[in-house]
């Protein structure tokens, strides 16, 4: 597990901007670089899924540049809100934050805790107390992570393509509110798509989590009533990503982030705890 010290600074890959831009319409996810690019690496293929005209390839284009530079401001966008809430976020019930907390959260979890701040705690021990994963799986220590919120509704988003997540594991737990369907739905690792003509589902529970590989290709299936509200955790291991950016595949360029960045680091974990589990 992660170890007390100095302050570590986090970094980002520098293909955030340019790599794994998903466009719904068109269910790809794009790497873009300019127009050329655009057109050099994935003309045939957009042609093949409706882009077929000069105005739906420079909408396209539009949208693609929107999302670059919305990317671009997420570090300042993300310090901006954390300056306001420290500055004037006053809890309505803080004795969620301290007497009930424990109480609202499982046994099983709280023991899981426990032993992860215990010494000698390592990936395969805390994995086999949650009971999860099985086949080899290789992870360094869960040193950062990166948390939000979706949202599922009629009008709005209904599903998700698959994809997979910027994450050595990711929790993804279900709010609420009343809903039917969205099922989520898994295949192999992102280096084996063709692992995808068999997939697993698994139906939301209000309350329960589902905690599965980050690099595992999922998606959602469309929602049928309701509103579908879920808290994303992607947790990260920088003694794996170090080494190789799981979003571009290459060894990751890195640029100064505020906070956890994308959870990459300059300097190697001081442990680095590996674990096969079988």
Known sequence: MATAGAPRRFCRCACFCSENLYVARYGLHLRFRGEQQLLRDYGPIL????????EDFQQLLAELEQEVQRRQQLTQ???ARKALIVHSYRPARPELYTSLQDATLAPEFLAAVEYSASPGADCKGLLQRLEILSGEY????????????????????????????NAELTLNVALGKAFTGGALYF???????????????VEHVVGKGILHRGGQLHGARPLGTGERWNLVVWLRASAV?????????????????????????????????VCALT
């Not at 042609?47 to 000069?54: E, I, L, T």
């Not at 949202?151 to 209904?158: E, F, N, S, V």
């Not at 170090?242 to 300097?267: H, K, S, Y």
Request: hydrophobic share 30%; net charge negative; aromatic share 6%.
């Open 47 to 54: 042609r093949g899924r409706g882009c077929v005209s000069p």
């Open 77 to 79: 966008e993300s310090a």
């Open 138 to 165: 290789c992870l360094g220590p869960l040193d950062s992570h990166h948390a939000f919120v979706v949202k599922y509704a009629p009008g709005q988003d209904r599903e998700l393509g698959c994809h997979y997540d």
């Open 187 to 201: 295949g192999g690792l992102f280096q084996a798509p063709a692992a995808l003509t068999e997939t697993l589902e």
């Open 241 to 273: 990503r170090n080494r190789l950016c799981p979003m571009c595949c290459r060894e990751p360029e890195l640029l100064d982030d505020e906070g956890f960045g994308d959870g990459f680091t300059r300097e190697e974990p001081p442990i680095v705890d």
